[in-house]
């Protein structure tokens, strides 16, 4: 990594539980393209003055995590389509104080579902109702599917994201037949590291038993208590580890106008699979 200097180009990412996983990520290739940048962390105490440190300070890229995804919308100039298209955000882009906003996830949802070969007529259960969430429900949309039902305790939010791509929703999850599904998906911090129910499974053991694929779009740790149980259970298990690179690679070319090798971007994961 170069010496910090008065020309080097800031990077940040803005989360309530900020990993290394972006950090190494965006650092390890900025230094193969021996590009002057740097990426940090925060967690930020005050999203509104983040933001404006972000365009005040001349931060030219700065990723959005839980729970900022949709709070960022007001403090943005612009919103790039991919972001306008599901009103959230997990990218902003600094063009001399003019920040744009774009959205990342859905890109990678996307990509994970064609490179699985998910069939688009399999049943999901989606778990959650936030920002990404949405990108969620809208690539399974967009994909194809129609058989998705949404649990999210919160009515209003559950409801909303329901009928907005034209799914099922639920409260809880329930029992029996209506609790099982040929895809099931986390998009709740359950089983997020250093969160309140870091060791907890987001869906019942017969759950994951009686689907065929697990997808658990946390991404730290990267095998979290629902894909271990998943991996034990012998299911296809697509992983929150994966969805992390997609959209870190998506917001690096973003940023830096600049699409790494092949070669570069398996480079750059094993290096975030060492820490």
């Not at 080097?8 to 989360?15: D, E, K, N, V």
């Not at 882009?93 to 579902?113: F, P, R, S």
């Not at 034990?232 to 690179?245: R, S």
């Amino acid at each position: 990594m170069p010496i910090l200097n008065k020309d080097m180009t800031l990077c940040i990412s803005l989360s309530a539980r900020p990993s290394n996983n972006g950090t190494r990520f965006h650092n390890h290739l900025y230094d193969q393209l021996g590009l002057n940048w740097i990426y940090k962390a925060f967690a930020p105490t005050d999203l509104a003055q983040a933001i404006a440190g972000v365009r005040g300070l001349g931060i030219r890229g700065c990723a959005v995590s839980m729970p900022y995804k949709e709070d960022v919308i007001a403090l943005v100039d612009a919103m790039d389509p991919s972001a306008k298209a599901i009103d959230s955000v997990n990218t902003i882009v600094n063009d001399g104080g003019h920040l744009t906003a774009y959205n990342t996830d859905y890109t990678a949802i996307e990509q994970l579902l064609q490179r699985n070969a998910v069939p688009s007529e399999s049943s999901v259960l989606l778990k959650g109702a936030g920002g990404m969430a949405k990108a969620t429900a809208a690539a399974l949309r967009d994909a194809g599917f129609k058989d998705v039902t949404i649990i999210a305790r919160n009515e209003a939010n559950g409801r909303a994201l329901a009928d907005l791509y034209g799914f099922g929703w639920r409260g809880e999850l329930g029992t029996g037949a209506e609790a099982t599904a040929d895809m099931v998906i986390n998009v709740t911090p359950v089983g997020m590291a250093g969160g309140p129910e870091a060791d907890a499974l987001s869906f019942p053991a017969e759950t994951i038993e009686a689907a065929r694929i697990v997808f658990d779009v946390v991404a730290l740790p990267a095998e979290t208590p629902l894909i271990k149980a998943a991996r034990a259970a012998g299911k296809q298990v697509i992983t929150g580890a994966e969805v992390a690179t997609i959209q870190a690679l998506e917001q690096f070319v973003l940023y830096t106008g600049i699409r790494p090798t092949d070669e570069q971007i398996r480079d750059a994961e094993a290096f975030v699979r060492a820490q």
